[in-house]
């Protein structure tokens, strides 16, 4: 597999030099061990923030995928502040490990986390209320719409996809691309050139 950094397999030549940050978001705080060879190590980026500012989840009863999950930050926050259950997903097995010590951090019981290339390990059975991705776009446009294209089969009917990109990075052809996938897309915030887009099945 080519190397793409953050989103690659694992950072074994990579030297470990783990840190933890503190994140205060709405009345709870919130502590993230980070590392090496993962994003936004230093402190939750830009665009996730943007995300967890904008969503809001469905009425639909069921879970939330957080797919490209990192150590584990949107996952998590999202599971706290709604209540809901988490599946996060990653391939990049030193997140992974983050993502699993992060859980146990902050004492969320109800995030599960495992390695799966993009849906790879998430079966078409598991059906989400909604998926949330803040893509890994260095990892090239295949894997992007990879992980545009198989939400919609893995979404309940109603289900929504939510999307962070920055405009410079795709989001107008993004946004052409889910509605020729979902038959919509919604902007629904705009911030710094962050785009946050939504797509109901």
Not at 19 to 45: L, M, R
Not at 168 to 196: M, R
Request: aromatic share 12%.
């Amino acid at each position: 597999m080519k190397n793409y950094h953050y989103f690659s397999e694992n950072e074994e030549n990579l030297k470990s030099d783990p840190s933890t940050y503190v994140f205060n978001y709405k009345d709870h705080k919130f502590t993230f061990k980070t590392d090496n060879g993962v994003f936004s190590k230093k402190f939750i980026d830009f665009g996730s923030y943007t995300m967890l500012n904008y969503f809001k989840p469905n009425q639909l009863e069921g879970d939330i995928l957080d797919v490209g999950c990192g150590y584990g930050p949107i996952g998590i926050i999202l599971s706290v502040l709604h209540n809901k259950k988490v599946t996060m997903v990653d391939i990049n097995e030193r997140a992974l490990g983050l993502a699993k010590e992060n859980i146990r951090i902050n004492g969320v019981q109800n995030v599960n986390v495992f390695k799966s290339n993009v849906y790879e390990n998430v079966p078409e059975t598991m059906k989400f209320a909604s998926i949330v991705t803040n893509p890994p776009i260095r990892a090239g446009k295949k894997v992007i719409y990879d992980i545009f294209d198989g939400a919609y089969q893995r979404l309940l009917p109603n289900g929504e996809l939510w999307v962070v990109i920055q405009k410079k990075q795709g989001a107008p052809s993004t946004k052409t691309h889910l509605e020729s996938v979902f038959g919509n897309c919604e902007v629904v915030g705009k911030e710094s050139g962050y785009f946050i887009l939504k797509s109901v099945r």
